[in-house]
């Protein structure tokens, strides 16, 4: 009986002693609950406080930087307005870049002008247009002329003057040069630096995917038949215009080094007027050469003359094919030495303009003969530039 007594009250006891254990469990979980809520609130309170200050700083910047004025980031203009933001990447910069200031060396600028496109469908509407290329040491004495050519039709060409380091046209800015002239460098007669300005001047130009024909001209060049007719003999042709024949004397072969052995053979080597005019095709393999630049550059020296040789040649021996094997700018050599007759103010008249239009001479144009065989011509001073204004509606038509 005092067994069974002592068993109950040890019973009891021991239950007490659990609820008591509970009991702290309990309070335990609460303690530990509400630290957790108030740990909590006070973490949240202060993360707020950091995004709120944190608005405030974007909120000043982004009000602030609308007020500033559009930056330029080489030849990609951020304007920085809401609605109005020129993208880098876009078509409209790709295809035709707004200026043609860059920063880029030759040989970056040869690499980008050299890209072609795979993709034979178009993803917009392209209207190939004729690329004038200036390539002159200073002012253009013949600008009026070229620029009542160019009148009214502004969206088939593009212009481009290569000049000494550090010359500015002084233009105005509804004129076609205005802002186009490109990045340059010091040029010399007879050296391979005019070889260069001349890939310069063609590698500016296929920047603009709509150029497709590119003639090159200079300070004392003319038009001597209208924006029409030009344009359209140009676009229309199947063939380019370059002068590659195969002259036996010493001013050809005789300029011709073994040095250029095996890579350029002499029966290979072709002589040709500077004043070319190119489809856009071989526009591109010619910014694209290096290696037989490169052995001009060694080893064509005066009394060899690269502007002369090297895309006569480069022609001949890989694109003979598209080539027409003549020049479209008119230049008289009659005099003999090594430059050709300049034409003043008393030389010029309406049947001097007429003999170089209509010379009596026939070419092949698109494999028929023509008469129109000379589009441009040279070499005319700027007192000579009067007499041609009041020839340009009686003669040339324009």
């Known amino acids: 009986m005092k067994a069974m007594s002592r068993s109950r009250g040890e019973k009891e006891e021991s239950e007490k002693h659990i609820g008591l254990l509970k009991l702290v469990q309990i309070l335990s979980f609460l303690v530990v609950f509400v630290a957790g809520v108030v740990l909590g609130l006070a973490t949240s309170s202060h993360i707020n406080q950091h995004f709120n200050s944190q608005a405030e700083v974007y909120s000043f910047i982004n009000h602030y930087s609308t007020n500033l004025p559009a930056v330029a980031e080489k030849n990609c203009t951020i304007v920085r307005e809401c609605d109005k933001i020129e993208d880098c990447l876009s078509m409209k910069s790709f295809l035709k870049p707004k200026n043609l200031t860059h920063a880029m060396s030759d040989d970056e600028l040869f690499w980008r002008a050299s890209m072609v496109p795979i993709k034979e469908q178009l993803p917009y509407k392209r209207v190939p247009k004729v690329a004038f290329m200036f390539l002159t040491r200073g002012p253009l004495p013949m600008f009026p002329l070229w620029e009542r050519f ?74 001597v038949y209208n924006f029409p007719t030009v344009y359209k003999y140009l676009i229309g042709s199947t063939q380019s215009y370059v002068e590659s024949y195969d002259d036996p004397s010493r001013y050809g072969r005789g300029r011709y080094s073994r040095k250029m052995l095996p890579d350029i053979k002499l029966y290979q080597w072709r002589k040709g007027s500077q004043w070319f005019e190119l489809h856009r095709t071989l526009a591109v393999y010619i910014v694209s050469d290096t290696k037989y630049y490169n052995l001009f550059r060694q080893y064509c020296l005066p009394a060899c003359y690269p502007d002369e040789h090297y895309i006569p040649t480069y022609l001949n021996m890989y694109h003979g094919a598209l080539n027409s094997n003549r020049t479209v700018t008119w230049v008289d050599w009659s005099l003999g030495g090594p430059h050709p007759a300049l034409y003043e103010e008393a030389n010029i008249s ?15 144009y698109n494999s028929e003969m023509t008469s129109i065989c000379y589009l441009f011509a040279r070499k005319f001073g700027p007192s000579a530039l009067e007499p041609l204004l009041n020839l340009t509606s009686s003669v040339m038509e324009f």
Do not use: M
Not at 163 to 184: C, D, E, W
Not at 350 to 364: A, H, Y
């Open 150 to 223: 160019f009148y009214g039709h502004e969206k088939l060409f593009s212009v481009y003057v290569h000049a000494l380091p550090g010359y500015k046209l002084n233009v105005s800015n509804t004129s076609a040069f205005y802002q186009r002239q490109i990045p340059s460098k010091h040029v010399s007669w007879g050296t391979v630096a005019l070889a260069d300005a001349e890939r310069r001047l063609l590698a500016n130009a296929l920047l603009d995917f709509s150029n497709e024909r590119f003639v090159l001209l200079s300070e004392s060049c003319i038009p």
């Open 350 to 364: 309406e049947g001097f303009i007429q003999s170089i239009r209509n010379n009596g001479t026939l070419c092949q």
